[in-house]
Each structure stands twice: as C-alpha cells, then as structure tokens.
C-alpha cells in the first residue's frame, strides 16, 4: 500500500523528510506499538504492587508512539532558516520529537535509578537534569544563529551530570537485598549512557549544523529511540524478573484489590 503522507499532509520547510523516511518512521511506530501491547500483556501478567516498572515502560512506550505516528503523518514540525546556508533554506525542525523526550526520557531516567539506593533528592535532581537537557536541545535547535550552540553546551553540562549519576554515584550506593540487582543496574546504566551519547552527536549534524538531512536525520534518530526505548526497556524488565520485588521497598501502605482499598496487616495491628 502506497505511503500518501507527504500528500495529504505536505512539508511546510524546503528541507524536509522524504517518502522513504515517512515509510521508515511508519515502520518505527508499528515496532515500539508492537512492543508496547507486549509490555502491556508483561504488565497484566504481574501480582497487584508489583507493576511499577512495567506501568513506567507502558508510558514510555505510548508517549513514543503517539510520536512516531506523528511525524509518519509528516505532521509535528515546524521551519527553521538553516545557520550554515546562504539561500534562505528553511529546514523541518519536529518539536513533536522533543516533546516526546521531555516525557519518556526523565522517566528512563527514574526506571532506572529507582533499583538504586540513591534519595530521592538525588533522583529528582537527576530528573530534572534530563528535562532541562531536553528543553536545550528543542530551543537550540528553534534558534537559527549561532547562539544555538550555547544551547547546546548547556545541554552537554547537564549530560555529564547525568552520566556522574548513572556511572559513578548510583553504583555506589546500597543497593536493596544486599545488591541483588547491582549488576543489572550496571548493565543497564552503562547501556543508557552509551545511547545518550549518541543523540548529542545526531543533534550537532543535523537541526545544529544541518550536514545530514532530514530523512537520514529521521532514520538515525528512530534507530536511536527503538534501542533506547523498546530494546533497553525489554532488557531492562527481563533482569528485573529474577529481583523480588518486595526488596525495593516501593509499598505505600496500602494496596487495591477489586475496588476494595483493605489494611496492611501493620495498619490493623495498631487500629483502636
């Protein structure tokens, strides 16, 4: 069946994605969808109190592929006059991409520090980096002088802070159950900031210095976010399934059950 996106939804920048990256981002979206009603039948398949990580890959996955079917739809973008050209080229810039990053990527981000011992002072700075990381990258890429590039190193700051968190703090913190899960946490922590070194990379070429276009833009981006998203996060519940839950510690007092909100066994010890 023939892709009529770019048709009905023509390209508002001179620059813009192709037919063929339309079809390949069709192709991202029908595979995080995929792996999202996988992810959903894993959470379905899990004890009541027992579905946080699962429930935060179900967002993750569903913020993405709202996005995908979006610029598939060549609809999520705005033009942009490109820095490094003297003819006035405008050049697709999809805010809609950004958007879905200020969502799933702090939520990565806590997926993952929650098997840690880190506080929750330290876990939401480190959310908080990630967001500011992503509001740099959509404003640098908005901007259309050089200035773009002071974005672009703030947002660099707050990476390296991210990764002093993911590689050097959060391992060193104590882990629950006698750090049952140290060595999954490493596998992952290390995995998540090889693939956040990537973007950076992929920003620079392209809405930076607009060497790529945007169809290969388009195409590295999506391989990116199909291993930093459906990839990782099936690896990452897979190592979690050998964890007992109960060691992280995440009750909050009382739990849900047909409707029915009934006591801890602790909160009817010490009822009048």
Not at 6 to 12: R, S
Not at 183 to 189: D, F, L, N, P
Request: proline share 4%.
């Amino acid at each position: 069946m023939a892709n009529h996106a770019l048709d009905l939804n023509p390209p508002n920048a001179t620059l813009h994605i192709s037919t063929h990256g339309s079809d390949w981002l069709w192709a991202a979206f029908a595979f995080i969808t995929f792996t999202l009603l996988a992810t959903v039948v894993l959470d379905f398949m899990r004890p009541r109190g027992t579905r946080l990580f699962h429930q935060l890959a179900v967002i993750i996955l569903t913020t993405a592929s709202l996005a995908y079917f979006s610029m598939a739809s060549d609809l999520g973008a705005t033009p942009i006059v490109t820095e490094f050209r003297a003819d006035g080229a405008t050049r697709q810039i999809w805010y809609v991409r950004y958007i879905q990053w200020f969502i799933t990527f702090p939520l990565l981000l806590l997926s993952v520090l929650l098997a840690t011992g880190l506080s929750l002072s330290d876990i939401m700075t480190t959310i908080f980096m990630g967001m500011f990381l992503v509001i740099c990258g959509l404003v640098g890429a908005l901007v259309q002088s050089t200035y773009k590039w002071g974005f672009f190193v703030f947002g660099c700051g707050a990476l390296f802070y991210i990764w002093y968190v993911l590689l050097w703090h959060g391992p060193r913190t104590t882990f629950a159950a006698g750090g049952a899960f140290r060595s999954g946490y490493i596998q992952a922590a290390s995995f998540l900031s090889f693939m956040l070194l990537t973007y950076p990379i992929c920003w620079a070429l392209s809405e930076g210095s607009n060497v790529i276009t945007p169809t290969s833009e388009m195409i590295w981006y999506g391989i990116l976010d199909c291993i930093t998203g459906p990839v990782f996060l099936l690896f990452f519940l897979f190592r979690l399934n050998s964890v007992d839950y109960s060691t992280f510690g995440f009750q909050s007092g009382k739990y849900t059950d047909g409707g029915v909100v009934r006591p801890t066994k602790a909160q009817e010890a010490g009822a009048v």
